[in-house]
């Protein structure tokens, strides 16, 4: 597509359920960063993908977060067992090494 | 470690009046990236510009004008003759330049820019 999609575009769960945020970068990108964003605060780094490996996971808040990207495109961010201040905006990026980063419109999840 | 600060978390001008946002940054790599983004009311962000460490020439787009200062460590954002659609967060933004890879971006705290008509 054009730019980065992201699914669902809101996501209301209950506490202790499992989710999964699904993201399309743009054709062609091999890099692929997610992170998160709580209400008016600033973006929170989760991890990136080059290609399908992740170098870097270090911003996962917990063993309940997990993220996989297959093919090279489409990412998942799994989330377990979810807690209420898991309640943020998740937001995907992608981008082709020399050009900017391109984010997608984000995740609404919301735990009740 | 990287850090980006940006300390002024709100601003309110009036629209026209020039206004700079402030982008103090932290790292120890010798080559890096630095990025603004502006998020609109509406959420979604929207990549401005990426500037390599190398390239210390200032840049001008439109109304938009970046002062990059390796010496004071700042990567400062100006916008000329605001107008209400420029009210927006704006968020700078580092990541270490690697050939051909991709590193992850530290955002700062992002400035809330407020133009009143």
């Known amino acids: 597509g054009a730019g980065v999609s992201q699914s669902p575009s809101n996501k209301v769960t209950e506490k202790g359920k499992d989710v999964e945020l699904r993201c399309d970068p743009i054709?062609?990108?091999?890099?692929l960063y997610w992170y998160r964003q709580s209400l008016g605060q600033g973006l929170e780094f989760l991890i990136y993908?080059?290609?399908?490996?992740?170098?870097?996971k270090s911003g996962l808040p917990s063993d309940r977060f997990s993220a996989e990207r297959t093919g090279g495109s489409v990412s998942t961010l799994t989330i377990q067992r979810t807690q209420q201040e898991d309640s943020a905006v998740y937001l995907c990026?992608?981008?082709?090494?020399?050009?900017?980063?391109?984010f997608g419109a984000g995740t609404r999840l919301s735990v009740l | 470690a990287q850090k980006v600060t940006q300390a002024q978390t709100e601003i309110s001008v009036v629209e026209k009046e020039d206004v700079t946002l402030d982008c103090v940054y932290e790292?120890?790599?010798?080559?890096?990236?630095l990025f603004w983004y502006k998020q609109p009311p509406s959420g979604e962000l929207v990549f401005l510009i990426r500037?390599?460490?190398?390239?210390?020439q200032n840049e001008i787009s439109g109304r938009y004008s970046w002062n990059f200062q390796k010496s004071t460590s700042s990567f400062n954002f100006t916008i000329t003759a605001s107008q209400v659609v420029d009210s927006a967060v704006y968020f700078c933004?580092?990541?270490?330049?690697?050939?051909?890879?991709?590193?992850?971006?530290?955002f700062g705290s992002g400035t809330r820019l407020s133009i009143r008509p």
């Open positions: 990026a992608s981008s082709l090494s020399g050009t900017g980063e391109y």
């Open positions: 054709s062609g990108h091999t890099a």
């Open positions: 993908f080059q290609g399908n490996s992740a170098p870097d």
């Open positions: 790292t120890r790599d010798t080559t890096y990236y």
């Open positions: 500037r390599n460490s190398f390239d210390e």
């Open positions: 933004a580092l990541s270490e330049a690697r050939y051909s890879s991709a590193s992850k971006i530290i």
